[in-house]
């Protein structure tokens, strides 16, 4: 089951968070670029898993379509909708694994046993980062402020700082130098304090989206780490306990 889930877990975020394009997201609403999706969606299970044919991956691809459907029509474009968005995906991902358990041993991929926690680990990087860019910015949608320290600075330097954070926190909690999580921490607090001293609002928006950054990364990283006992185990990464 976990290896299939492994897999499957890879091929939502290839399809959710890679392959699809700023273009498709803008265009969703068009019945023909959602049904391209839902084609992503598929190809990524079936490469994933090394399927050509499999009928639990056309169930599968037809619920992400579903529930995109939902999301898209339905309005749902804020954090709370984003949020639902993906936990309904990783719910059919979870019942396709445990349902249909064995879809990664009959699939061609099967005799590689080091490929499901790697595609965990690779999962759990663009969740951390990208996917994390995301919630961030939906959050910080809402706390917007004329003044922010962002108005003045690089183009897409706030982006990437978080994106660099959260890649941090993940690989640090990866290879178990959690303590390294407080010298980040510090280190952008004494960054950041010359721009937001004095400036209440910016303070608490930099708060606001560094707690929620941090947190996010957080929780991915551990999710990671928690799959990864049930998986055969890579020398380069330390199991939990």
Do not use: N
Request: proline share 4%; charged share 15%; glycine share 10%.
């Amino acid at each position: 089951m976990f290896e299939t889930f492994a897999a499957l877990l890879f091929a939502h975020v290839l399809a959710d968070f890679v392959l699809q394009t700023r273009w498709m997201v803008a265009r969703k609403r068009q019945f023909g670029v959602l049904l391209l999706h839902g084609v992503l969606v598929l190809l990524t299970a079936q490469l994933s898993l090394g399927h050509v044919t499999a009928w639990p991956l056309l169930a599968l691809a037809a619920a992400h379509l579903i529930i995109d459907a939902v999301k898209t029509y339905g309005g749902f474009d804020g954090l709370t909708g984003f949020l639902c968005d993906q936990l309904a995906h990783l719910a059919t991902l979870v019942l396709v694994g445990t349902l249909v358990p064995d879809l990664w041993a009959s699939g061609f991929w099967a005799a590689q046993p080091m490929l499901p926690p790697l595609m965990v680990i690779i999962a759990g990087a663009v969740l951390a980062t990208r996917a994390g860019g995301f919630a961030t910015a939906l959050l910080m949608r809402d706390h917007e402020v004329s003044d922010t320290p962002e108005d003045e600075g690089l183009p897409g330097g706030g982006a990437t700082i978080g994106l660099l954070e959260r890649g941090l926190i993940y690989l640090l909690v990866l290879i178990g130098e959690t303590g390294g999580i407080g010298f980040l921490v510090a280190a952008k607090s004494i960054l950041r304090f010359g721009t937001v001293s004095g400036d209440r609002k910016a303070t608490e928006y930099v708060i606001i989206g560094t707690l929620f950054s941090f947190g996010w990364a957080l929780i991915v990283a551990i999710a990671v780490q928690k799959l990864l006992i049930h998986l055969p185990p890579l020398e380069i990464i330390p199991k939990a306990t």
